[in-house]
């Protein structure tokens, strides 16, 4: 099953995709959507999970509270999020 | 004795009677206290006798070093600024980068304590040995850009400045001290320069710094300047974009706070983030000394109302200062609002945290459009960047405001207190704990009041990898008294905190260790029960000067008022959870007095 998302990428990552929002059409689950986000946008996405960068749903981080078959819907929102620090 | 890292020695400068004194460093206030804040911090509670005007002259202005500072170790700019705070009446130290401090140790000193008050007004002319105290007559009334001009024109470009502007001329509560557009900020240390009728002090220093063991120092500092390279962080968002880098995406999460904490998610994200402003008015880069991150961005707008002005930054705080919290959307305004506080000489993210209070108290009838002057609501640039000028210029409302929020709510009173968004009297910056709750904690205990640079927990909560639930308690405590620690540390060296993002404690001992040689630093054990020792004894200075144990709190709102919407929606900080667990976790009691049994640990 497909769900339609809308993906952002922050900072560099902004950069290094060419792509600050976009939506997409991807897997309902979790871990399927950012294999399929990752290749799209040639990011080893999920090896760099939780050291390169992370990842917001809704604007709350993905690794609290989030089972393994964590399903996504249509019209959520996933923000890439380099790892950064303060300002 | 020798020394490696450290000058060995403290200037002691009296403008009472114009003499200056060096004193010796001792070793063992050294290995108690690091230096930097350390090291103020055991000056001010031995020298400054409790219960003194902040604006008076008994009070002290030191500038002090750690024996980092001016060395090769990335970031090493740091120096800090310590005094009794003339906003809060508690300990106040302001940290910045640039040359000063670099500088400072060069011409031979550790630190500069400044005492007594001046009758004229007088700058300070160190040249290594030589040490005057010169009239600024004709310096007094100018702003920070023309008293640098021309003091750089007098004495020469190598020579560093730092200096005050008409803010801290006047006192204001909120002024800062200005040193080559870097910023002693928060806390109102420019209105106690002012106070001594000291103008600027200026350094020239010819020596150098000796090291321990200089090869493993240099392959230590070879080592920690690829980390720093090589982190995402470090070496990549922040150095391409500033300390904006993280705008968006605070914003994403919800703990950007907007119109004075009424929001926290805001919407005029179009044409204010961290990419308008490197596309549209970033120009270059600028480094202090030894960093290679240069988060240091130079802008200037091109066109529109605000052409042709310039700023130094906007730094992320000063961005949301001027910018959501004022419900301004104008990058333009931002960039010459943070041009103004840098000329006169403010503290800019108070002064963005005061207008927007300001605007709060407009549009809830407890400040009229007399009083005022003309309309000042939400959204309004045009009447920000007015009542900005006023506090510069120290006319109208602006005099009352450049007091700070919590002056200014308890002479607006009509229960704008409510709207004063500060903790002990400093104003908060730009994150809000509803969507972070550690981050409520670290601006509740914080010991300069409403800050977020003594704990970052919202790092972790919201940034970095998310490895603590920003809506639980749960390790809150145990997190925000082991980072207050470690930030006193790196405080007290001379490093920047953005270096902590890239760097291991292990690290920073490494090149420590090597610079100095002392063996009480040989371990990051040593060195958190130092950062201890000197948390402790800033909350000593705090009470002694009579600070009550309700003051370790959070505005009302954030205590009582759900945010509507975004994804902390619903949330209000529990407070009195965590603090209850933080009091137990330092060996506090229920007051938050520290235990004899703790002081006695750590040889307070």
């Known amino acids: ?87 | 004795m020798q020394w490696f890292g450290y000058a060995g020695k403290l200037l002691y400068v009296n403008l009472s009677n114009g003499n200056y004194e060096v004193k010796e460093l001792a070793p063992e206030q050294a290995k108690k206290y690091l230096g930097g804040k350390g090291l103020a911090a055991s000056i001010l509670y031995d020298c400054l006798q409790p219960g003194q005007d902040p604006l008076g002259p008994e009070n002290l202005l030191v500038f002090a070093t750690g024996p980092l500072t001016g060395t090769l170790a990335p970031t090493s700019s740091r120096m800090i600024v310590a005094t009794k705070s003339p906003l809060t009446g508690l300990w106040l130290d302001s940290n910045a980068g640039g040359f000063l401090g670099r500088e400072l140790k060069f011409a031979g000193y550790d630190a500069l304590i400044v005492e007594g008050k001046s009758l004229e007004p007088v700058y300070i002319l160190i040249e290594d040995d030589r040490v005057e105290l010169r009239p600024a007559n004709n310096l007094w009334g100018k702003d920070t850009f023309e008293t640098h001009q021309t003091l750089k024109e007098l004495h020469g470009t190598d020579y560093r400045v730092a200096a005050i502007g008409q803010a801290g001329e006047r006192m204001d509560k909120l002024a800062a001290i200005i040193s080559e557009a870097r910023a002693f900020g928060r806390g109102g240390a420019g209105a106690v320069m002012g106070s001594k009728n000291l103008k600027a002090i200026v350094v020239r220093g010819t020596r150098g710094i000796n090291i321990a063991d200089y090869q493993k120092f240099v392959d230590y500092v070879k080592e920690a300047f690829n980390e720093v390279a090589i982190h995402p962080d470090t070496g990549g968002g922040r150095n391409h974009y500033g300390t904006s880098v993280i705008y968006s995406f605070i914003n994403e999460a919800g703990v950007h706070p907007v119109e004075n904490f009424r929001k926290g998610k805001f919407t005029g994200t179009d044409t204010i983030n961290e990419e308008v402003l490197r596309s549209k008015y970033y120009k270059k880069d600028k480094a202090c000394s030894s960093c290679p991150i240069a988060c240091s961005k130079l802008t200037k707008v091109d066109e529109g109302k605000y052409q042709g002005k310039f700023t130094e930054g906007p730094e992320y705080e000063d961005v949301w200062s001027f910018g959501a919290q004022c419900g301004n959307t104008d990058l333009g305004a931002v960039i010459y609002a943070e041009y103004l506080c840098d000329a006169y000489g403010l503290d800019a993210t108070s002064v963005g945290n005061v207008v927007g209070f300001a605007m709060e108290c407009f549009e809830q009838g407890a400040l009229t459009q007399e009083e005022i002057g003309y309309p000042l609501r939400f959204g309004d640039t045009e009447a920000m960047i007015k009542t900005v000028e006023a506090i510069c210029q120290g006319q109208g409302i602006g005099k009352l405001l450049a007091q700070g929020v919590r002056y200014a709510s308890e002479q607006i009173g009509k229960g704008s207190e409510k709207w004063a968004m500060h903790v002990k009297g400093m104003e908060l910056p730009a994150y809000d704990p509803r969507g972070a709750f550690g981050m409520g904690l670290a601006y509740a205990t914080s010991d300069r009041g409403g800050c977020h640079l003594r704990s970052w927990p919202i790092a972790q909560e919201v940034l970095a990898a998310n490895r603590m639930d920003p809506f639980s308690v749960e390790f809150k405590a145990e997190f925000v008294k082991s980072e207050q620690d470690l930030i006193a540390v790196i405080d007290s060296l001379g490093l920047c905190l953005f270096a902590t993002f890239a760097l291991s404690l292990k690290q920073i001992v490494g090149m420590l260790s090597a610079l100095t040689g002392i063996q009480e630093f040989n371990s990051g054990e040593k060195l958190m029960v130092i950062g201890e020792r000197i948390y402790n004894l800033t909350r000593l200075f705090n009470l002694r000067e009579g600070m009550a144990p309700a003051s370790d709190t959070l505005p009302e709102r954030l205590l009582t008022e759900q945010l509507a919407e975004g994804p902390a929606a619903g949330q209000v900080v529990p407070l009195d959870i965590m603090l209850k667990e933080y009091y137990t976790i330092r060996h506090w009691d229920e007051a938050g007095r520290p235990l004899p049994a703790k002081l006695e640990e750590l040889g307070l």
Do not use: H
Not at chain 1, 19 to 45: D, H, K, M, W
Not at chain 1, 48 to 64: D, E, P, Q
């Open chain 1, 1 to 87: 099953m497909t769900v339609k998302i809308q993906v952002k990428f922050f900072a560099q990552l902004a950069i290094q995709t060419g792509c600050r929002s976009c939506t997409l059409e991807v897997p309902n689950n979790f871990y399927q959507a950012i294999e399929v986000i990752g290749a799209r946008f040639n990011l080893p996405a999920k090896e760099k999970l939780g050291t390169y960068y992370s990842i917001l749903i809704n604007g709350k981080g993905y690794s609290y509270g989030l089972a393994d078959n964590y399903e996504l819907k249509d019209e959520d929102i996933l923000a890439f999020v380099p790892i950064l620090s303060g300002g």
